[in-house]
């Protein structure tokens, strides 16, 4: 399902994939979900320091009416909330992986620099590892 709001008009391809994957927790949302797979929604919070609740909900519920996180609710009490990626999702994350590249490349060419700042939570490389 697409989401009413991201239809376009689009310029081009480049532009309709950011409109889905803007916003800076999305790309990091289909990171944790690649690497670990099947997440339970504290557990995404807890594996993306710095995100808040409202905008991790915001995010998870944008990304699943783009069609690209699968969001699964077990009826049992408390209830069980579970989210993965969607075959969109995983070729979407496929297709992030030149970007992440080229982002481990400059995180890597200011490293040298002296003028990296790391991030509290770990490096996260290549969308593909």
Same mark, same amino acid.
């Given at each position: 399902?697409?989401?009413? =709001?991201?239809?376009?008009?689009?310029?081009?391809?480049?532009?309709?994939?950011?409109?889905?994957?803007?916003?800076? !927790?999305? /790309?990091?949302?289909? !990171?944790?979900?690649?690497?670990?797979?099947?997440?339970?929604?504290?557990?995404?919070?807890?594996?993306?320091?710095? %995100? /808040?609740?409202?905008?991790? %909900?915001?995010?998870?519920?944008?990304?699943?009416?783009?069609?690209?996180?699968?969001?699964? %609710?077990?009826?049992?009490?408390?209830?069980?909330?579970?989210?993965?990626?969607?075959?969109?999702?995983?070729?979407?994350?496929?297709?992030? =992986?030149?970007?992440?590249? !080229?982002?481990?490349?400059?995180?890597?060419?200011?490293?040298?620099?002296?003028?990296?700042?790391?991030?509290?939570?770990?490096?996260?490389?290549?969308?593909?590892?």
């Amino acid at each position: 399902m697409v989401s009413p =709001g991201r239809r376009g008009p689009y310029i081009c391809g480049i532009d309709a994939a950011m409109d889905v994957v803007s916003g800076k !927790w999305k /790309s990091l949302i289909l !990171w944790e979900l690649h690497q670990h797979g099947t997440r339970r929604f504290g557990e995404l919070r807890r594996g993306l320091p710095g %995100v /808040s609740e409202k905008m991790l %909900v915001q995010h998870l519920r944008e990304m699943e009416e783009d069609g690209l996180v699968h969001r699964e %609710v077990h009826r049992e009490v408390p209830p069980r909330v579970e989210y993965s990626l969607t075959e969109q999702g995983r070729s979407l994350n496929a297709a992030l =992986g030149a970007l992440g590249d !080229w982002g481990e490349q400059r995180r890597r060419r200011l490293a040298a620099d002296g003028a990296l700042v790391e991030a509290s939570g770990g490096g996260r490389a290549g969308f593909e590892s």
